[in-house]
């Protein structure tokens, strides 16, 4: 449960309090004496506090000082950690309720400062029993930055006497808002999805979990079962699904809105390996220890899907998601093993931890049924990926869409999930041929995030992003409001995208 994010223009006795500021000399009227303006001054302007305290006894007030920058993109990135800062404050107080002051009128300075607060506030306490340390805060109210001024002059934000009511004039934002809470809820929807524990989430379960977000917001969906998948000749999801006492499943979410504005629908498809030991080639060591997070891309397609169809954004979006886990059981793979994939194609399997490639390759291949104007796969893939840019990005690879990566590095810099480009070279395919079959599953130690990419791109005759989330998908320490553990990555950056794109076909 996260915070729910409100507009209102009620006559009402504010409780807590948060003020944003880019310029000491924007602080509105009547809310600090003299003495506390010259502290205030101080600890913005001499010491850099971002953010500084005022205790009112019966609520405390908050001010948010965030710098004017030339990139615009970490200016809202700013507001989002400070936003998160607070949130702790306010948690901390025990608070369940807390107002943003619009003193500037920056729309998207306050909304980004309230989905910090919102994101930051998101925990899994699903079995954990004792309570105690659960966060409080549950209301996040936006007043507008226009006040109605009493006729002595006095602002009605005055907070010098404990009476009194504020009447904040709110024309704007609702519908943001209203967007912003279907968005927060989707990201922690796919962040319990990725923290549930294997014992939980098996590849059923997740599909069943998926059933249940269309059906909250719209979507259509098909599962289909490991008979189905046979029919169709899945070699690769089902030979990953070879060594589990659990069977596969192929969740399909669809969003098709009367009026829809593109003719061919955007396909993401989401890496759905529920726990992976590695297989036969079984992990070493501690390895293992977070391996629940290898379906954060089906979960991140999952929840995208379904924002953009509770959001009821004009665009046709399918979402495909094969899951299983991946066991040494009986009849696990073994390296050397040669399978025969969706689209007739075979392959050498030379590791069988290197198992996410098989399962995207056939998705992407049953992707050509859509016709797409553009398919994106979302894959914790590779720790090459890991080791070249860490936690701070995706990787992402394109092949016939570099004007639709374009966009989505501006979607990435605007909700700061962004990405890096790496090259489709036709060397790194030539790592990846095998003298036994069509294609092996492995390549060289040396760029093995491109070379999976290219594997993947050998199954796709249309527009193709790969964005390799390995990094950021799921962290074992805090890092400010994108939380602990599963991190959502990946939501934000495909509805934003989705609406871009939505924009751009109405504005042709």
């Not at 492995?442 to 993947?456: R, S, V």
């Amino acid at each position: 449960m996260i915070p729910i994010i409100s507009v209102t223009n009620k006559e009402q006795e504010l409780g807590h309090l948060v003020i944003i500021l880019s310029n000491f000399s924007k602080l509105p009227p009547g809310v600090f004496n003299a003495a506390e303006k010259t502290y205030l001054k101080a600890q913005i302007e001499t010491l850099k506090q971002e953010v500084v305290s005022f205790n009112r006894m019966t609520h405390w007030v908050y001010v948010c000082f965030i710098k004017e920058e030339k990139d615009y993109s970490r200016r809202l990135e700013s507001c989002r950690k400070a936003g998160d800062k607070i949130a702790g404050l306010l948690n901390a107080q025990k608070a369940d309720r807390a107002a943003i002051f619009d003193a500037e009128g920056e729309e998207a300075v306050v909304l980004a400062l309230a989905e910090g607060m919102a994101l930051g506030s998101y925990q899994f306490l699903k079995y954990k029993s004792d309570q105690e340390s659960k966060n409080t805060l549950k209301e996040i109210e936006i007043y507008s930055h226009v006040l109605e001024e009493e006729e002595n002059g006095q602002a009605l934000l005055s907070r010098q006497s404990a009476v009194g009511s504020r009447q904040l004039a709110v024309t704007r934002h609702v519908s943001r808002v209203t967007e912003l809470n279907i968005l927060l809820n989707a990201v922690s929807l796919c962040r319990d999805l990725i923290n549930e524990p294997n014992s939980h989430l098996t590849a059923t379960v997740f599909s069943k979990e998926a059933e249940k977000m269309a059906q909250e917001s719209g979507a259509i969906v098909e599962v289909l079962n490991k008979q189905k998948l046979s029919a169709l000749k899945m070699g690769g999801l089902l030979g990953v699904n070879q060594g589990s006492f659990e069977p596969p499943a192929f969740t399909v979410m669809e969003w098709k809105p009367v009026g829809a504005v593109n003719a061919k629908p955007l396909v993401f498809v989401g890496k759905g390996v529920v726990y992976d030991t590695g297989g036969m080639n079984l992990k070493p060591g501690d390895s293992m220890l977070n391996m629940k997070d290898d379906m954060s891309g089906a979960a991140a397609v999952a929840a995208a899907v379904y924002c953009i169809a509770k959001a009821k954004l004009p665009v046709h979006v399918v979402g495909l998601m094969p899951a299983t886990d991946n066991r040494p059981g009986e009849k696990a793979l073994v390296s050397g093993d040669i399978i025969t994939m969706h689209n007739g194609m075979t392959v050498e399997v030379l590791n069988t931890d290197a198992e996410g490639r098989l399962i995207l390759a056939d998705a992407l291949s049953y992707a050509k049924k859509y016709d797409p104007a553009l398919v994106i796969d979302l894959a914790t893939l590779t720790g090459a990926a890991v080791r070249a840019i860490g936690k701070f990005g995706a990787i992402a690879m394109q092949s016939k869409a570099a004007k639709e990566l374009e966009t989505l590095k501006t979607s990435g810099l605007e909700v700061y999930e962004r990405l890096v480009e790496f090259p489709m070279w036709d060397e790194y395919g030539e790592q990846i041929k095998s003298d036994l079959a069509d294609l092996k599953n492995l390549g060289p130690a040396e760029a093995g995030m491109i070379t999976a990419g290219k594997f993947l791109e050998k199954f796709t005759d249309y527009p193709y992003i790969h964005l390799d989330i390995a990094g950021p998908a799921f962290l074992e320490k805090r890092d400010s409001y994108r939380g602990q553990g599963g991190t959502g990555f990946g939501v934000r950056l495909l509805v934003d995208f989705v609406r871009r794109y939505g924009e751009g076909k109405q504005n042709v």
